[in-house]
């Protein structure tokens, strides 16, 4: 397979091009992550923490048991000191180590925890059987349907409970992929977007489109990143004066800084049998990764290791490396997880089946 000469990214990448040196437009139109520094970040904290002592928390963490918002619920509380609200969002696919590490950081940390639950199996359930009727890699995405509306408007709704208006999440810009909104760009400038995208898929594949499920499409819709920073005038109405901030905005992502902190200070562990200590937390990722791998080849661990290389993290051949090195390893045990997994959430034995025999191309 064909991969850019300075990232990643593979031929299979919806829409990419590459230049006579190899070189694809996603690295020559990419900008270089600016952090606003800790100085800003102080300024935001010393906002939240001079409102004085007549409120319990200066600030709201959501934490999901993975390494990046472990870190930074650690470094709001023992660096920046600031008396920190834990929140949770179980959606019942988290994992048990997942589970594990959020009651232990918290517990280390002497941190409250609030945990909201929301069973999204009956909406991954019915976006499963309709991407394996008719498979299209835009709508593996919709396995997911629930968690950005679950996930945000917990944290918001938390915040307004408890008077904390600052919500931290722990996305990173290097995390970011385009293939998800590429993949509906068809050609037509008429399709050319996510919204006119979705629709289209929806009408060559109703099944996704239950009538019951549309408010959530759009609830998940109005709270994706693009209306969090700041809130668009809705989430606004919803949500009054919570201000939503990625920590990671600030302070700059360093993996191996973040790894090396949270196991040593936190005892921190990711799964055994995995060897990447990204996005194990929620189980949902592994049927994603399946997907994709057996469809076009990649998943979103291309664009993260492609953005470290751009922004001078790791050399390319390395990271070719450990991409390799971290498919070998999943393509010899996700089948067997996703089986287990799809077991313990009780998927029949004839959707078991298909995911198991799933390939196109």
């Known amino acids: 397979m064909k991969r850019c000469s300075k990232c990643l990214l593979p031929e299979t990448y919806p829409n990419i091009r590459y230049n006579e040196e190899g070189v694809c437009n996603y690295c020559l139109s990419y900008t270089p992550v600016e952090y606003k520094g800790e100085e800003k970040l102080e300024e935001l904290l010393g906002f939240y923490r001079d409102r004085g002592a007549k409120y319990d928390y200066d600030c709201v963490v959501g934490v999901s048991g993975g390494r990046d918002s472990t870190f930074t619920l650690y470094e709001l509380v023992e660096r920046y000191n600031m008396r920190v609200l834990a929140y949770n969002y179980d959606n019942g696919f988290v994992s048990e180590e997942a589970k594990e590490n959020v009651k232990a950081i918290t517990e280390a940390l002497g ?37 950005r509306y679950g996930i945000v408007s917990g944290a918001c709704k938390i915040a307004m409970k408890y008077k904390v208006p600052l919500v931290f999440f722990s996305s990173s810009r290097l995390e970011k992929t ?55 005038p809705v989430l606004r109405l919803m949500y009054g004066k919570v201000k939503i901030v990625e920590f990671f905005d600030y302070i700059r992502w360093d993996e191996k800084r973040i790894e090396h902190t949270i196991e040593k200070q936190l005892n921190w562990k990711k799964p055994e049998e995995v060897k990447s200590s990204w996005r194990f937390d929620c189980m949902v990722h592994f049927f994603k990764d399946y997907f994709y791998l057996n469809s076009v080849g990649f998943t979103e661990l291309d664009d993260l290791l492609s953005n470290m290389i751009r922004e001078g993290m790791i050399e390319r051949d390395v990271a070719l490396k450990r991409l390799f090195d971290e498919y070998d390893s999943k393509m010899k045990s996700l089948g067997y997880t996703i089986m287990e997994i799809g077991k313990e959430i009780g998927l029949d034995g004839s959707l078991l089946e298909k995911i198991k025999n799933f390939r196109t191309g």
Not at 133 to 147: D, E, I, Q, R, Y
Not at 184 to 210: L, Q
Not at 212 to 231: A, E, K, Q
């Open 111 to 147: 941190v409250e925890l609030v945990t909201i639950k929301y069973d999204q199996t009956r909406y991954f359930r019915n976006n499963l059987k309709a991407l394996l009727k008719k498979f299209s890699p835009a709508m593996v995405p919709t396995l997911c349907l629930g968690c």
């Open 178 to 232: 385009q293939f998800k909104n590429e993949f509906f760009k068809k050609g037509n400038a008429v399709f050319n977007n996510r919204i006119m995208g979705m629709a289209s898929e929806f009408f060559t594949n109703p099944s996704y489109f239950k009538p019951s499920f549309l408010t959530m499409y759009i609830r998940d819709y109005f709270h994706d990143d693009s209306h969090l920073h700041p809130l668009s």
